[in-house]
């Protein structure tokens, strides 16, 4: 993973954070605050703009936007002249980016993303927006130094402008905030039938999921769809969810070797990822697997769902009990070099027999779809197919692509691993627990339901104090009050 490596010989103020992401910003040049009084009392004090960079550990975005601005003496040093600089993991305040991401939608008229990269006014208010900024100009967007010299002129020379646009997104905010409490005789089920139109209008009948690239699982959606089946035996409805889970499954977004699926696809087909796992992700995404094989006893469902929660113990929960946030997407500074393959790799491997079915199956036979002439693993062909060509029957197919399994699994285990996030956070191992539980029960695993159990007691142990919840925990320390997500 590209981590924040350029140093002055001096941390600056998040040397003192438990958060990764923060801490990896520890020796940048830039002169970063957490949020919090300190920062905010100075921006006031100095009559400063503020700096607010949002982001977390296995962003890829996040990493090059640091390693391309933040770890830059020079950059840093226009930074630090004109701005108060505030880094916020924003797996630790969600809140501050819930904010700062719809600012941003209402500035750009199109979803936000990580890095944000905010300007705000000494009181907060944002004036300012956009996520990963380059050095020098290029992808169509201005270079970052230009920029902040631009943003921190127009603070400075059109403050009478800057107050007007304030006044205009606080009352946008404003309106956003309901006014009255809504009865439950108010609710239509009309609401469910646009909602599952919407869907139906967008969903891809070819490649499934929604839209185009980027695409994201949306979980959610795929649950409601499938919940709208089972209430109203609407065969479209189930066709959404059935047919987008099957194609996730057999895309590259979900990692064939070792379980668990990526955040999202760069391209419409499910073909190559971001390839950073979260646990957010892949909670709501095992409960739902568990519920598509209830509907249809798919063979595909049970291996993915059982591959996701090995990956979840094996990888992602701590010795205490608890389950780590994420892992990164990068390894020795490169994305998804840990997870790629060349033939000859894989032949060096396997067995020719072994071989002959990846390479069918699993797309080493085709033209490489990765950098560097190499391979990420996803469906080709259907498994029945390659038995058929290779003329073996299918229960030697499935044993040989096992066997290839375990083979290539072993090895890239040996590989320089991608960063994981260790914090702990409640809501994310709510999700989880959400997750594991509803598996183990569909298919009678005690070891899914002892893990979910232990994240549980974890939970109680650890991070329920006073009757209050606490949201993160990381080296021996249970912090920041719980939000709403927490408690829900």
Known sequence: MTRSTASTGKKNRLAQETSPYLQQHADNPVEWYPWGKEALALAKELDKPILLSIGYSACHWCHVMAHESFEDPEVAA???KLFVNIKVDREERPDLDQIYQTAHQLFNQRAGGWPLTMFLTPDQTPYFGGTYFPKTARYGLPGFPQLLEKVAHFYKEKREEVREQGAQVRAAFGNMVPHSTAHHSDFSPLVLDVALDTLKANFDGAHGGFGGAPKFPHTPDLEFALRRYAALNDMEARDIAI???????????????????CRYSVDAQWTIPHFEKMLYDNGPLLGLYADGWRVTQSPLFAQVAAQTAEWVMRDMQAPEGGYYSSVDAD????????????????????SDEEYDVVAKHWGLSQPPNFENQHWHLRVIEPLE??????KIDISTAEERLASARTKLFAAREKRVRPGRDEKILTSWNALMIQGMTRAAAVFGREDWLASARRSLDFIRSQLWREERLLATYKDGRAHLNAYLDDYA
């Open 243 to 261: 047919h987008t889970l099957t194609k996730m499954a057999e895309g590259g977004i979900y990692d064939h070797l070792g379980g668990g699926f």
């Open 385 to 390: 197919k390659v038995a058929s060509r290779l």
């Open 78 to 80: 226009v930074m630090n």
């Open 331 to 350: 390894s020795e500074g490169e994305e998804g070099k840990f997870y790629i393959w060349s033939p000859a790799e894989a032949t060096a491997l396997l």
